[in-house]
C-alpha cells in the first residue's frame, strides 16, 4: 500500500522533518494550538517497528488530518516497508496537566488534561494493542503542551501475540467544556466501583453540553455525590469551572 506522506531511509517511519511544517499549529505564525498530534514509535520484541500518527484539527473539533496511520518495518531486510490508514486509538484514560511544569505560551486553561492509557487497533494489519504509561505525566516545558515518555504495549500483530517498549508522544490537551465532558465520560466508563447512575448522569451532561445548555450541565453536576475518587473529584471541579465561566444558552 502506498503511504501518504514519505518513508525515510526504508525504515518504515515517518521522517521527523516532516513533523514541524503540520503538527503543532504549523510552525510559524497562527495559533500554535490549532494543530494537535499523537506519535508513537514502538519497538516490538520480535524486531518489528511500528511508527503510528494521528494528526488533529481543534478547530474543526478535534478531526484527525492526514497523515494519520500506521507505518511497519521488518527485521528482514528484504521484507519491504508497509503503510496502513485505518488505524483507531481508543482512549481509555486521561491524565492532568501538572501545575508545575508551564508551556511557554499562555495556557488557554488552568484544566487540561491529555490522553493516557489506550487501545490501538488496525484491521489491515491485524493490531490490537493495549498502551500502558510507564512515566505518569511526562510534561515537558515546551510552547505548547507537550507530552512524551516511555510506555508499554502488549496484544496482536497479524494475529499473533507481541509485547513492546515505546515512546508515545502527543500535544493533544484536552481543555474547553465539551472536551472535557469527554474527558469525563471516558473517566467514569473506565472507573471501577462507578455504577450505571453515575455514567447515566454524565450522559445527560453530555447532552446537555452539546445542546448549549451549560447552566443546567453545572446544576447536574453539581449534584453527583462526593467521590471517593481523588482524579474523578477535580475532574468534576475543573469541569464545573470551565461551564460556569461559559456563556449558557439558558441565560439568553
Known sequence: QTCALPISGGSGHIDRQWFPKYAGGGGSGGDPRARSHEWRTINFDNGVDLSIWRQFDRINGNALQPFTGITASY????????????????????????????????????????????????????????????VAAPAHGLPIEYMEGPYRYRGTLWGKPVTGFAFNERSLAMYRDWELVEVLATTVANTEHEGPDLQA??????????????????????????????????????????????ESADSA
Do not use: F, K
Not at 490508514?85 to 488552568?110: F, G, H, K, M, N
Open 75 to 134: 527485521p528482514d531486510p528484504a521484507a519491504p516497508p508497509e503503510c496502513a490508514e485505518d488505524v483507531d486509538v481508543t482512549i481509555s484514560s486521561y491524565v492532568r496537566w501538572p501545575e508545575t511544569v508551564r508551556p511557554l505560551v499562555r495556557p488557554p486553561a488552568p484544566a487540561r488534561y491529555m490522553p493516557d492509557r489506550h487501545r490501538i487497533t488496525c484491521a489491515t494489519m491485524q493490531l490490537d494493542l493495549i498502551g500502558e504509561p510507564l
Open 201 to 246: 448522569t454524565v450522559q445527560e451532561v453530555v447532552s446537555l453540553v452539546a445542546a448549549g445548555r451549560r447552566n443546567a450541565a453545572v446544576e447536574v453536576l453539581s449534584g453527583i455525590a462526593s467521590s471517593q475518587n481523588d482524579t474523578l473529584t477535580t475532574l468534576l471541579d475543573d469541569l464545573i469551572a470551565v461551564l460556569s465561566q461559559t
